[in-house]
C-alpha cells in the first residue's frame, strides 16, 4: 500500500509563471489536507477537502490559490502568478476519516526565482 | 491566543534523561489529539494519537487533559534519534475536522 504520494519533489518557477502541485492520497482515503511551511516556520493550514468537496479553504490565499480533489485522479493545488513569497514547502496530508490520523507526503518544495 | 500553542524550545538534553513537552488548544470543541515528529523540515510522521485516558507506547507516554485543555508528551531514556521538532496536532470537529498543528518544540539529545 504506497503511502501518499506528491509530485513533483521540487518545482522551481518564475515570477508570474503557473505552480501544480499533485497529491495522491493513499488507498482508501478519501480526505486530503494542504498545508504550508515557510523556512523557520510551523505548517499552516491551507485547504481540506474530500472527493469533489472543499471542506474548508480558511487557510487559502483569497486570490492566485486554489484546490481540488477530483473524483478521479490526484489532489492539485494550483498557484497563480508566483511571487517570490510563494517559495515554501507545500505537504498534503490523506486520513481515512475526519476522526482517524493523517499521513503525510514528502512535500513539494515550490522555489520562485 | 494561537489555536494550539507550544513552547518551540530548543530543549536540550542528556542522553538518557525524561523529557516531558505540554501543548495548550484553544477550542474546547476539540476531539482529536495527536503527536507528530518532523525531521529536518522533511514530512511530518505520527507518533502517536492520545487518548483521554492516556496513552503508552514504549518509551513514549501521551496525556489528555480535557479541563485544562492541554496534552503532554513524555519521553523516557531519551536516544540520540529522538533528536526532531515535536508537533502537536488537535482536530476542530466544529470546523469540519481540519488538523491544526502547533508550531512545534525542537528536541536536541547530546550525547
Known amino acids: 500500500n504506497a503511502g501518499v504520494m506528491q509530485n513533483p519533489r521540487h518545482l522551481v518557477r518564475r515570477r508570474g509563471q503557473e505552480a501544480r502541485l499533485r497529491c495522491s492520497p493513499m488507498k482508501g482515503h478519501s480526505h486530503v489536507y494542504w498545508y504550508r511551511q515557510l523556512p523557520e516556520e510551523g505548517l499552516k493550514f491551507m485547504v481540506y477537502l474530500q472527493k469533489e468537496n472543499i471542506i474548508d479553504e480558511s487557510g487559502m490565499p483569497k486570490e492566485r490559490f486554489s484546490a481540488e480533489f477530483p473524483k478521479e485522479g490526484p489532489s492539485i493545488l494550483r498557484i497563480q502568478q508566483v511571487v517570490r513569497g510563494d517559495s515554501a514547502a507545500y505537504f498534503c496530508?490523506?486520513?481515512?476519516?475526519?476522526?482517524?490520523?493523517?499521513?503525510f507526503g514528502q512535500g513539494t518544495r515550490l522555489t520562485v526565482v | 491566543r494561537k489555536e494550539v500553542e507550544q513552547d518551540p524550545g530548543p530543549f536540550n538534553v542528556p542522553e538518557g534523561a525524561t523529557v516531558a513537552f505540554n501543548c495548550t488548544y484553544s477550542?474546547?470543541?476539540?476531539?482529536?489529539f495527536f503527536w507528530y515528529r518532523q525531521d529536518c523540515r522533511k514530512e511530518p510522521k505520527l507518533l502517536m494519537s492520545v487518548y483521554s485516558s492516556g496513552n503508552e507506547d514504549g518509551r513514549f507516554t501521551a496525556q489528555l487533559n480535557r479541563a485544562s485543555q492541554y496534552i503532554s508528551l513524555l519521553i523516557r531514556d531519551s536516544k540520540l534519534s529522538d533528536s526532531a521538532t515535536y508537533l502537536c496536532?488537535?482536530?476542530?470537529?466544529?470546523?469540519?475536522?481540519?488538523?491544526?498543528f502547533g508550531q512545534g518544540t525542537e528536541l536536541s539529545v547530546k550525547p
Open positions: 477550542n474546547s470543541a476539540s476531539q482529536s
Open positions: 496536532v488537535v482536530t476542530w470537529y466544529n470546523q469540519g475536522g481540519k488538523l491544526i
Open positions: 496530508a490523506s486520513s481515512h476519516s475526519r476522526e482517524s490520523e493523517a499521513f
